[in-house]
């Protein structure tokens, strides 16, 4: 089965503090991996999309990184701020009958505080 | 400026009626998606679409529907055949031969 596995489900963080999500997945065949933020009651914004071949891919203090042979991505925040508060989530698309599913996971709900 | 654009961000439905979700987008993307999103769960794909006057049903479609009569526009229509509708439904675009989704920013639907 195609699954999309995230953790933690939530965390809690101090302002200024740096910290990992992870994602695992089991869906093939596999096209890349994506990232988005969610903040309540938004839709998602692209942080991050990685291809089969690239191991790490930053966008300001977002880092991702990709073990396409584990099935693994991680997202490193470096710094955190307030506005780091969100849904963070991990997508892989999925290639298919010439069609390109995309596949969500639950997503890491991020708290940032003071 | 450039985007995709949902309406309204918040709806009511009585037990029974059918309610219709707007979606628009002015970034000349081919292909168009309707998802659900619940509490604790990834977004599920109601319906998706390719190319005007064409769409297929996504893994959760039974008690919607669509249309694409233009490129710029997808509603989905919400019937009383869907048992839980309550939920936040989000439109996405993406250029056909691209990579990069784009999200509307959401519409909330509540039963009372």
């Known amino acids: 089965k195609n699954q999309v596995e995230q953790s933690p489900q939530s965390l809690i963080i101090l302002e200024g503090k740096n910290c990992t999500l992870q994602c695992n997945y089991t869906v093939s065949p596999f096209s890349n991996l994506r990232w988005y933020k969610q903040d309540t009651g938004r839709g998602p914004v692209s942080l991050t999309i990685m291809t089969f071949s690239e191991n790490t891919k930053s966008n300001g203090r977002y880092t991702a990184t990709l073990d396409a042979d584990t099935k693994q991505s991680s997202l490193h925040i470096t710094a955190s701020q307030l506005s780091d508060s969100a849904s963070y989530i991990c997508v892989v698309s999925q290639t298919s009958g010439g069609y390109n599913k995309l596949i969500f996971g639950a997503g890491t709900r991020l708290a940032v505080h003071p | 400026d450039g985007g995709i654009t949902q309406s309204p961000k918040y709806l009511f439905r009585k037990e029974g009626q059918n309610v219709t979700l707007s979606c628009e987008q002015n970034l000349n993307h081919d292909a168009m998606y309707w998802y659900r999103q619940d509490p604790g769960q990834g977004l599920r794909l109601i319906y998706y679409?390719?190319?005007?006057?064409?769409?297929q049903k996504g893994d959760i479609a039974e008690g919607y529907s669509v249309s694409r009569e233009k490129k710029e526009s997808f509603p989905l229509t919400v019937t009383s055949a869907q048992k839980n509708p309550t939920a936040f439904y989000l439109c996405?675009?993406?250029?056909?031969?691209?990579?990069?989704?784009?999200f509307g920013q959401g519409t909330r639907l509540t039963v009372v």
């Open positions: 679409s390719q190319i005007v006057n064409d769409f």
């Open positions: 996405a675009s993406r250029d056909r031969v691209g990579t990069e989704a784009f």
